[in-house]
């Protein structure tokens, strides 16, 4: 979403090199085309689990596990990270992934349909909850998402902005896209005017929230 692609570049260039093991699940993923988190909004999701340093991190939408290794790059000991996918190729994929980087005690898969299974999670449990699955659904998960996260806990939630289609108008958008347009501004709009919610809207990489649920 940056405008100037010489700031972007220049930006990505501090980034310092990936761990080994991780850097090349990231090339395989680009290659084969897998949607992953841009670069600088792992940077920024990074940061912000380093900041808020959470016991319990739910992941919606794990595909082949990048974004949950990122985070899991700088958790503390003892911090638990439950991601969950639904779409069955990228399952092995993922649960590969987490072997190879040695982090299978720290990331739990759970599969299926992101909205059952988090109906089976106890609520108040995640004090830091990563949204980036299905963009249409994430104002019907909401709700079940606000129950999960913890007081005083974080959500964060990419692609908000959809390549910058947000700001058109619904019918300057081609109509395929026309729903999820209309579900995510709606969703920025909930996120911005629900009471005991504090939500800044990010405009890098494809757009990210920041939601802190206050603890009073």
Sequence with gaps: MIEDVRIRDYLLSLEPDLDPVLSQIEEEARAGRIPIIRKETGALLKTLVAAVRPREILEIGCAV???ALLMASVIEP????????????RIPVAQENFRRAGREAQITLLTGDAGERMEELPEGKYDFIFMDAAKGQ????LPQVLKLLSPGGTLVSDNVLQDGDIVQSRFAVERRNRTIHSRMREYLYVLKHTEGLETAVIPIGDGVTVSVKRAN
């Design 65 to 67: 596990g990048y974004s």
């Design 78 to 89: 003892g911090c638990h990270i439950t991601t969950i996918e639904k779409y069955e190729k």
């Design 138 to 141: 994430y104002i019907h998960w």
